[in-house]
């Protein structure tokens, strides 16, 4: 009785330094990423790097998952697990890249992201039909909310928004992950 508690407390640690070893992995990746955002405000190759590297971000959940299913779970891995794992891998990801995050408002941008959008509102806006410029009131209210927050506001409007978009991910990775025990 006592070491069935014990495998299933060992398994719970595991699961957990697992996913958290993987939401390192992920979460670095997300920081690489995030380097191009900010460069990409100066140059679109930077930037459509950055969009296809957020592009790519359920593919290497993905084989995170699956890596985990095969060295670490033997082969099986049901779903509930696997969309256990895969949230758990996001969130710690959405944790370490909200540390990059921090730094980068707090003592790097100094309003450059949004000074920018702004200059390409008002090019827009130069040129813009009646239809158009109702869209481009609602941008720039849009804009000047971004602008009255906080560097720590931003990082935690990310986590979230991290947090629900990688947990949407999780369901259609864990069915694609998911795999029973073989029955002969």
Known sequence: ML???YIMIDKKRNFQEDAMRYGTLMGIFWTVK?????LGMQSPLLLMA?????????VVGFFFA?????????????????FLFTSFMYLFAALFVT???YIYFQFMDHGMIVNTYQGMLDQMSAVATDDMKVSLDQFQQALD???????????IQLITQN????????????????RKPKTF
């Not at 995030?34 to 900010?38: C, D, E, G, N, R």
């Not at 950055?50 to 359920?58: A, D, E, Q, R, Y």
């Open 66 to 82: 699956r890596q985990y299913r095969d060295r670490e779970c033997g082969g099986v891995l049901t779903f509930g697990r696997a």
């Open 3 to 5: 070491y069935s508690i």
């Open 163 to 178: 947090v629900f978009y990688c947990t949407l991910i999780a369901l259609p990775t864990a069915l694609l992950v998911m």
């Open 50 to 58: 950055f969009f296809l590297l957020t592009l790519i971000v359920p």
């Open 34 to 38: 995030f380097v191009f955002f900010p």
């Open 145 to 155: 909310i971004i602008a009255s927050l906080s560097p720590l506001e931003i990082c």
């Open 99 to 101: 540390i990059a995050h």
